[in-house]
């Protein structure tokens, strides 16, 4: 009977767990009818196109996508996705904290590139782990986690890049501030989660994990207290108070989304 032993030596560039922390997966269909702004993130976010033809705005330079492309940005680079009605763009994204992807001998901050050759096994990974989004069975997060560094030592494979591991680079002090701003001045207004989304253009997930991890409660818990100091006539943001309670937010559960108010 034979017998083969294959040692497993891990090279550092692919040592991405407990440094980088998956945040966010979404999918998207845009067509030529999307308002695109330009807008930034403090974390990396990869898009894969699925399906149809548009253009990525990487700061001031517009580029064309097709099916099979990776698009990789890394944190505070100006972006935004630009669709067309003909044939309308299809992409899912992941938003990742504490990993930067830069290009070999060409210090960008941002990388297209076609993964053809590999498409049915990147496009399975990444079916997988939305439906794992979806589904939310138990372990769900340890799941996605998991299929997020094996995509990335399979890009880093496909291309030349390789991965620079950075400390979590957290700019969204800025973010939280103009979020917690607009709340302070419009929480008399009919405001949901999706609309501080929108204000903010950024994921609802991420956004909720950005304020959360800023100042230790959800953005519609802060509208709730805002909304109750408001009505006793006593509301100054005092967002410090709020502080002890920090507790770190990833995927967050049914209990965050708005919640009416009891008169």
């Given amino acids: 009977m034979g017998n083969e032993r294959f040692d497993i030596s891990i090279p550092k560039e692919y040592l991405t767990r407990d440094k980088a922390r998956l945040l966010y997966v979404s999918s998207a269909t845009y067509g030529g009818d999307w308002i695109s702004t330009p807008h930034t993130h403090y974390c990396s976010e990869l898009f894969y196109v699925i399906d149809g033809v548009g253009q990525f705005q990487v700061e001031d330079n517009i580029f064309p996508v097709s099916a099979n492309d ?23 994204v992941l938003g990742i904290e504490g990993l930067e992807l830069s290009v070999e001998n060409n210090n960008a901050n941002f990388c297209i590139v076609n993964f053809r050759e590999i498409k049915d096994t990147v496009n399975f990974y990444l079916k997988v782990m939305l439906r794992e989004i979806e589904t939310r069975s138990a372990g769900y997060e340890t799941v996605c986690q998991d299929l997020m560094e094996i995509l990335i030592v399979l890009f880093g494979r496909q291309t030349n890049f390789s991965t620079i591991l950075s400390p979590a680079n957290k700019r969204a002090s800025h973010l939280c501030d103009s979020v917690r701003r607009y709340i302070d001045q419009n929480c008399g207004d009919d405001l949901s989660l999706e609309h501080l989304a929108k204000f903010s253009h950024v994921n609802k997930y991420y956004l909720v994990h950005a304020f959360t991890d800023e100042y230790g409660i959800s953005p519609i818990n802060y509208l709730m207290h805002a ?25 967050p559960p049914p209990a965050i989304f708005p919640r009416p108010l009891k008169k």
């Fill in 70 to 92: 990776l698009v990789v940005i890394n944190p505070n680079v100006s972006h935004t996705e630009l669709g067309f009605n003909a044939n309308p763009l299809k992409y899912i």
């Fill in 227 to 251: 909304r109750v100091k408001k009505r006793k006539g006593g509301w100054q943001p005092q967002i410090t108070l709020f502080l002890s309670s920090a507790i770190p937010v990833v995927f």
